[in-house]
């Protein structure tokens, strides 16, 4: 209990090390992705031990992390969003490096052709549509595609252009430099109810655990358990420009996860078991934020007034195909999840 | 061997008399599909059994054969893909008439509204969309999405109408009279050659299941076994108009699974028994070909000269839709034909 929450303490300085030597190379792209972690999981202790802290304090410190960790990472996500936007693009437009597969008739190799022949098309297209698409950009392409690269280039560019400008504001601000002292108090005394050093960390993690169950048992696994039931698409052409309602209650279940992770960090410290099968969870999870937000982005792009016909098309299936790997990733957060009761009696 | 020749010949008079029957209610449209159906049924059997049969005169009477289901099939493909389209349209713009489910925070219920509150919006959305589809057509979809509706439903409609007029004029026409009166004459009197009493129907149909099974075995199965492989959506944006050359195979095997059905059926006749997996297998195929020419017709409609962009915007939605369910079917054809390898020893 006690040595818990020295544990606890120990893990916070941890975070203030990191943060604030981000905090000493600000600027740099590394730097400004530790300080955004390091304040997320300052703020995500806070919240899961939140009975052990001085009230008020903490109270005071959520918002100003979240805020921190947000502004930082808006650039990121723009450039990321970006990124995966255009290799889909190529990917969809069949733009690969390697000789093309043989069509109709296969008929030499026949059953041995099948296993080695069969996966080119997935994990190993990937890389190559990605280094096409700095090779030759635009020139293989349709023009419907080529336009729409450039639209989400432009449209996307710009929004992280002004994300930079917004984050290296804040990192000068005063607000900034308040959090940054905040938390170089936190480092060397952490403001602990009088109670908190006779409090055990456990019920507080389990309490975490138990959201994120309550959280995941509400999602609709049976049916993200079943490949192609088309559910995240269903809203595919619905009039509401807002993000899909039924992504919801799956970012929450994200940020669950999030804090029950750094909930097990700080309760085993450095012997903190790894667990594959969260981290397969969490990894699907992302994914199915980023796959969210890039469907959003493509959706939004063909709302732009005046675009040509084709330019729309090709928005209409790059939207489509990220709403699919919407639905992918929650396949594989279900398969994840569900190896993971499997796994622990 | 006698006996299933016998069989054979039992057989192509029952088609004669579906085929005859359907020709004197001519016009009607369960007619037409059933003669459809005889002529695709008596060409496959031509095929498969050719070397017992009057070469001459089976070379003469195939291609008659394939133009008159070629011709009679027409009307029906393009209705049923119009219906497709229309459907998808209305399941993408989250058209149904349950009420809406509960967003983000659904915290009453949890573990126990899992299970059953899941599948709601898979099975049971499906033919709520429909019905809404009839009852309230456009008024709550979106407007590029009732303008992609009304244009394929323009585009389909002349072709249908086309379709209808072509089957019409063919089957008044000289050359079906001469089809029919040979199919008349092959229920009394099958032209077999002088070895044909005498010969195996067995190593014939074997030799069609084998060239099914090499065909499948071309296919590729394992990159089609793992969900969400997006292999059916690479060239979604490619600049060649013409059908994907990826679902070629597909289509093969598609035609070589009902050749074998058919030898199954001439080997066996009434005793035939009843394989639930080739079903599954067939039924998989054909929703391969129906979703592989209905994302065809959303592209080639997106072509369209002037349309809006958020009716080009919709347009490919639909296709990447229907080309998911390309995939789809894909998987479900993996899964069917899986569990066959494993059912038989």
Known sequence: MRSQATEFLRALRQHRETGSAAGGAEGSVGAARALRRSARRISGSLHTFRPLLDAGWSEEMRPELAWLSGTLGLEHAYEARLERLLAALHR???VTVFPPRSGPS????GPAASPAGAPVGGPVAAPAARQSAQQSNGGTLTVGAAKAGAL???QLTLARTRAHSTALQALGSSRFHAVADKVAVLASEVPLTPAAPATDLRPLATAAEERLTAAVAALP????GHPYNAEALVHGLSPDPA???QDGPWHQVRLLLRL???AREAQYGDDLPVDVRLL???QAL???RDASEAAAAAASAARTPRIAPATAYALGVLHADQRHEVEAARFAFQQAWQKQIVGTP
Chains 1, 2 share one sequence.
Do not use: D
Not at 106 to 109: D, E, N
Not at 221 to 224: C, G, I, Y
């Open 92 to 94: 969809l437009s069949g």
């Open 221 to 224: 696994l049976v049916t993200a």
């Open 280 to 282: 397969a969870a969490g």
């Open 286 to 288: 992302n994914r199915h």
């Open 106 to 109: 296969v008929p030499a190799g």
């Open 260 to 262: 029950h992770r750094y």
């Open 152 to 154: 989400l280039e432009r």
């Open 243 to 245: 993000p899909h309602p």
